[in-house]
């Protein structure tokens, strides 16, 4: 099938006109393909033989309309750095319509009633780094939006200097965020708050239908994925950076990629985001914070559902979150089952990381290939007594394991990334880019979509970072 084939349709526009704003993307000046995303490709149904470039920029350019699309941008609200904004919606971000059970939406592609006296622009930089993030996490296994491609222009967009606007094509089975929810419970708009609580129903929870007390169970569901989607970020390093309550997928999926960073040496309270000053979502605060956004979600959904019900859901969470991180913290050290002084084990080694100042991502890939031999893990850390200790404890409790060491090391090397995109080697891609040259995009879409492969031109990405580029902070513009 062409691209050109494709029907689209948009159950939202069914709803009021208050849930959305219907309009057309704005084009951009000269545009340009970057890359596009041929697994992307596959999950509209596109045949990759009929793949035309000059189509696709068309449709992120917004000058060509798939059959059935009716353009529109969605309206909600939010807490921003847990301050209350009772009107957000997308500002840069335009909605095509869904097949195949992905909505299609352009980043980047013009003013919209809620760009609040932004331009609804996206820039190069930024929309390389979205585009590319949410294919590393789809290759890491973190439940995520997708990227189907990237355009380029030679419009130039005001933010911190003037810089190349730009587009990407993003990808997601649904974009209702849990300020989607707040916005009609602040307005007092009961009946479509419920109106919208039944459009999610259908989208994404449809296995919820017609069972009793569904929005309570939909609620619950939100709440088990949100703790799980958390525990796989702090399983990898990965801080989001802006957990506003607006960008908090009601399908519990990583959305909105601003300013995140993988980290680099382990830092237990690393702030990626310098406009969070206070630390609000550090790498450490993740959890509460994704819990603190389930409280505010259900004040929202309380005309819907008796507070002492989802009071009992949301206190679910924390064994939610801390059962998934265990699990995958375990698997990350090669554990058959987990033991009950695990834990201690566990702490243990973070403490031991952030004092050695350890970079996590390849200290965990070494250790896929531990069989007692510490060279390689040694020269990791700046506190090696320290390491060897605890490695004289994970000596003893793999003794407690029934696998083989081959199929210990088997399983690790299949859980432990080799290669995650911190924010230095995103860099690297996005001068070239700004310079014309997008091999190295193209490059670390495959890396990013196979991060346990071996991809040996690029080893010195699997290394620990330069000193000079560790734990960078970015802001949030666009």
Not at 101 to 124: F, I, P
Request: with cysteine; aromatic share 10%.
């Amino acid at each position: 099938m062409k691209l050109t084939d494709l029907t689209l349709v948009a159950p939202y526009l069914d709803l009021d006109p208050i849930f959305y704003h219907e309009v057309h993307p704005t084009p951009l000046h000269k545009p340009y393909l970057v890359s596009f995303n041929l697994q992307a490709t596959e999950l509209l149904g596109i045949d990759l033989s009929a793949i035309d470039n000059e189509e696709l920029i068309k449709l992120l350019n917004g000058t060509m309309l798939i059959k059935g699309s009716r353009p529109y941008a969605m309206c909600y609200a939010g807490h921003q750095f847990g301050h209350y904004v009772q009107r957000l919606g997308d500002g840069r971000a335009i909605n095509l319509g869904s097949v195949n059970g992905w909505n299609l939406q352009l980043k980047g592609s013009g003013e919209t009633r809620y760009s609040r006296q932004g331009d609804g622009r996206a820039v190069l930089r930024s929309s390389i780094r979205e585009y590319l993030m949410s294919e590393a996490m789809y290759g890491l296994g973190i439940p995520t939006s997708r990227a189907l491609a990237i355009i380029g222009s030679d419009e130039k967009v005001a933010r911190e200097a003037w810089e190349r606007g730009a587009i990407v094509l993003r990808l997601s089975p649904s974009w209702i965020r849990f300020g989607s929810f707040e916005y009609f419970f602040h307005t007092n708009r009961h009946k479509e708050l419920e109106t919208l609580a039944d459009f999610l129903l259908r989208e994404s929870f449809p296995h919820l239908l017609g069972v009793e007390e569904p929005y309570l169970k939909m609620y619950g569901e939100i709440v088990k994925r949100t703790a799980e989607l958390t525990a796989q970020w702090q399983s990898v390093g990965f801080n989001h950076g802006v957990m506003n309550t607006d960008n908090m997928s009601a399908i519990g999926i990583t959305i909105d990629y601003g300013p995140f960073a993988f980290m680099d040496t382990f830092e237990s309270n690393y702030i990626c985001n310098h406009s969070d000053t206070q630390g609000r979502y550090s790498y450490d605060n993740q959890p509460r914070i994704g819990y603190w956004n389930l409280e505010r979600l259900a004040h929202a959904l309380s005309p819907l559902i008796t507070t002492v019900k989802l009071q009992l859901e949301l206190e679910k969470y924390g064994n939610y979150f801390t059962t998934r991180l265990m699990e995958l913290l375990g698997t990350k050290l090669g554990l058959d089952t987990l033991h009950e002084n695990d834990n201690d084990l566990l702490r243990a080694l973070f403490t031991i990381m952030e004092n050695g100042q350890i970079d996590m991502t390849p200290f965990f890939r070494h250790l896929s290939r531990y069989n007692g031999n510490r060279e390689t893990l040694l020269p990791l850390t700046l506190a090696p007594n320290q390491l060897n200790e605890w490695l004289d404890r994970y000596d003893i409790r793999l003794v407690s394991n029934t696998s083989s060491v081959e199929t210990r090391h088997k399983n690790m090397l299949r859980t432990n990334p080799k290669y995650v995109l911190k924010n230095y080697i995103l860099q690297e891609a996005i001068e070239n880019a700004q310079n014309g040259d997008f091999v190295l995009v193209n490059d670390l879409l495959h890396i990013a979509q196979n991060p346990y492969d071996e991809h040996s031109p690029f080893e010195r990405y699997s290394l620990p970072t330069p000193a000079q580029y560790k734990n960078l902070k970015l802001s949030c513009s666009s």
